[in-house]
């Protein structure tokens, strides 16, 4: 008999091809790491029972046929914030890595990743990271070394309505967000639970109006 851990991560597989699909789901039920909620082959399906199966994490392919993957991270971050989408792809274009990002997905991966980097990346989105496949990685910061010098990032939060609503103590929180910290970091500096990091961050996000980490560092520092 198996017994599964109360710290097994749920997640959740949406992928149209089966061979794929099914590569997913043994690589997470083999995993001392994730528990395997729940599987979809087609987007719509996705869209009415992700929302009842709550998971904690959603591996999500962009080309689903008659609608987009990002399009579903949209429309079902926007209802339940607290789902966190890791993007599982071929596609490697820019437009697609950040029109995912601004979407709502919280981490980018190819599908030729290997199952210890799959299993890892979801372990790393858990505990507040945003894990990226090196090639995407590469690419996002080419982007933005790009930039025109009047684009480029501040290091001061600027000073808004929204900015003035945080508290002292979650300001302290997306300063090391910023820094590329994840919560078990965050709240060992802090003296507080990675869960306790992990609410301040939900209340961030809603207080911002924003859907993940790049999101709510860009906003408070007027990038």
Known sequence: MQFYSMNKVSVCI?????????ALEQIIELSDNCMLTASFATG??????????????????????SISGIDIVRELKAHHPEILFLMCTVYEEEEKIFEALRAGASGYILKKSSPA????????????????SSQIAMKVVN????????EEVTSSPVQNEEV????????????????????????????????TVRKHVY????????NNRVEAVNKYFGR
């Not at 949406?14 to 099914?22: A, F, L, S």
């Not at 996705?46 to 999500?60: D, G, R, S, T, Y």
């Not at 980097?117 to 990226?132: F, N």
């Not at 003035?164 to 507080?192: D, F, N, P």
Request: without cysteine; charged residues 30%; proline residues 4%.
């Open 14 to 22: 949406v992928e149209d091809v089966t061979d794929i699909r099914q």
């Open 44 to 65: 719509e399906e996705a869209l009415v029972k992700i929302p009842l199966v709550k998971p904690q994490v959603v591996l999500m392919d962009i080309g689903l046929g």
């Open 117 to 132: 980097k799959l299993t890892e990346a979801i372990s790393e989105l858990v505990e507040g990271g945003a894990p990226m």
């Open 143 to 150: 982007a933005f070394k790009h930039l025109p010098v009047q």
């Open 164 to 195: 003035a609503v945080l508290s002292r103590r979650e300001k302290e929180i997306l300063e090391r967000l910023s820094q590329g910290k994840i919560y078990k970091e965050i709240g060992g500096e802090l003296g507080i639970s990675a869960e």
């Open 203 to 210: 209340h961030i996000y809603e207080k911002l109006h924003v």
